[in-house]
């Protein structure tokens, strides 16, 4: 048994609802739940739109004040955020937690539904395999577990909020006080990168404090197996612009005259990795190291590496580490775009003026991403180039033989608690509670999530509690959340929460 295994406590053995207790109320709900999920569902919440987020707002604030909590728009210098609290007489422990509300804007001609704004209840083909869609009012006869709801945010992230909604109403209905202030602060510009809470969060750190913050987001472990997730990996954004001639020029005339940008673009990436896919800029790594015992608590994680390759149509991953767990503790950098010219039936004989390559660098806590920044920085210089921040004037142009546009952001940096810290301890008894056995635990997960201003405004340790399937499509057009998911999803959030925090 490896070390995060705690043996179950006099809190842990007090009177609460059985595991069956909780999957009978998530059940009996799941109708109305759902009838909420679809209400919820329809309001559009593209953060870009902010006429969208205050009436998505307004939904937010009757929800929580129909479940018994005082509720209140939290001024950011964006689209507001929503906070709410329910506090308990005499409570001496705080939990806040952290839900989401926008989702990625949408493609309308890319879904296969008349909106994605338009909740479909949808069922697998035996035959082919393509989804289905079928009546609501089948619902009202049997619930499948295996049919999905397509929608936007359906899993990304107003499944699980519309859990949390559900599991608190059970809970007051069905148990006692929880017994500990419950606060919630609800993002309504995550899908940007959250680029104002870390300031609203500072400003209001009095109002929001708290001795643990629990995250319902994200997805679990690849297995769809139970999953408290202690981490995961900040982000920050890279663009590196190459020129050549002013205006494109004939590839006849001036090839092999004319530099091309795109290839001192190609030669630059190429120059950053190892054909292994190790990052070859010097001291990039620096600073993460995996002791025995971190090493155990990654090689508990139960991947099939294989399977994952092969399920995308690769037979070979990258070389940064032993494993897909191992690899993740270390910072990344990623090509996400490269444009350059016309490519396809649009293609020209053209020496193109410029080449843009886009660049994520995904951090971990171990990381500074100034330094790593830099880093990137001094190693394009080592190349030769002359490396500025805009585009280049003509005298820039005429005064450097080499030169590169390099610009950055820092979204958010990466958090990761214990296993042993009081919000995992919770996430971790509640599921414990549920399956009679511990789940998953993922120190550090690959995405990022905009949590670590939070923690650092608050001085908080923080968890993730995934409730939503795997393959969910998030962010991508027929995002959906499996039926089965839904309802369990509710009782996890109600074996959680009842926990007693330590």
């Given amino acids: 048994m490896l070390f995060w295994s705690a043996p179950a406590t006099a809190e842990e053995r007090r009177d609460k609802l059985s595991a069956e207790q909780l999957r009978t109320a998530a059940t009996a709900s799941a109708l109305e739940a759902l009838s909420l999920y679809r209400e919820f569902l329809a309001l559009p919440n593209d953060a870009n739109h902010p006429d969208e987020i205050a009436v998505l707002n307004e939904w937010i604030l009757r929800a929580f004040d129909e479940r018994g909590f005082d509720a209140s728009l939290l001024p950011t210098a964006g689209s507001p955020s929503v906070y709410a609290e329910r506090l308990s007489e005499g409570a001496t422990k705080t939990v806040l937690i952290y839900l989401q509300a926008d989702g990625q804007p949408v493609d309308p001609s890319a879904w296969d539904q008349e909106s994605p704004y338009i909740a479909a209840l949808k069922a697998r083909d035996p035959e082919d395999g393509s989804w289905q869609t079928i009546d609501w009012d089948l619902a009202q006869v049997r619930l499948d577990p295996d049919w999905r709801v397509f929608a936007r945010s359906a899993s990304d992230s107003k499944g699980p909020m519309t859990q949390f909604l559900t599991a608190v109403e059970l809970l007051g209905e069905l148990s006692p006080d929880l017994g500990y202030n419950l606060k919630v602060l609800v993002d309504t510009e995550e899908e940007l990168g959250s680029p104002n809470l870390a300031d609203a969060v500072r400003s209001h750190s009095d109002l929001l404090a708290a001795d643990m913050l629990l995250i319902f987001d994200g997805p679990p472990h690849a297995s769809n197996e139970p999953t408290v997730t202690l981490g995961a990996r900040g982000?920050?954004?890279?663009?590196?612009?190459?020129y050549g001639p002013k205006l494109a020029q004939h590839s006849g005339h001036y090839g092999n005259f004319m530099p091309n940008p795109a290839l001192a673009l190609a030669q630059i990436l190429a120059s950053m990795k190892d054909p292994d896919g190790v990052v070859a800029i010097e001291g990039f790594y620096n600073g993460v190291e995996l002791d025995e015992a971190t090493r155990a608590v990654l090689a508990a994680v139960p991947d099939d590496e294989d399977e994952i390759l092969a399920s995308v149509g690769l037979i070979?991953?990258?070389?940064?580490?032993?494993t897909l767990q191992e690899a993740i503790q270390y910072p990344s950098l990623n090509i996400r775009g490269l444009s350059a010219g016309w490519t396809g039936s649009a293609s020209r004989t053209i020496i193109p003026p410029k080449a843009v390559a886009e660049i994520d660098i995904r951090l971990v806590m171990e990381s500074d991403p100034d330094r790593l920044i830099e880093l990137v920085r001094?190693?394009?210089?080592?190349?030769?180039?002359?490396?500025?921040?805009?585009?280049?004037?003509?005298?820039?142009?005429l005064s450097h033989e080499r030169l590169v546009s390099m610009t950055h952001s820092v979204s958010y940096g990466a958090f990761r608690s214990d296993p042993d810290s009081a919000p995992a301890l919770m996430a971790r008894a509640g599921m414990r509670h549920l399956y009679g056995e511990e789940p998953i635990l993922i120190r550090t997960m690959g995405g990022s999530i905009p949590i670590a201003p939070i923690i650092e405004a608050l001085g908080v340790p923080a968890a993730t509690v995934p409730t939503v399937n795997i393959d969910n499509n998030q962010h991508s057009p027929n995002e959906n959340l499996r039926v089965g998911n839904f309802i369990e999803g509710i009782a996890i959030l109600m074996a959680v929460l009842q926990e007693t925090p330590r």
């Fill in 235 to 242: 982000i920050a954004t890279v663009t590196l612009t190459t």
């Fill in 316 to 322: 070979r991953s990258d070389k940064v580490a032993g």
């Fill in 378 to 397: 001094s190693h394009v210089e080592g190349l030769g180039y002359t490396v500025i921040d805009h585009s280049p004037s003509d005298e820039e142009r």
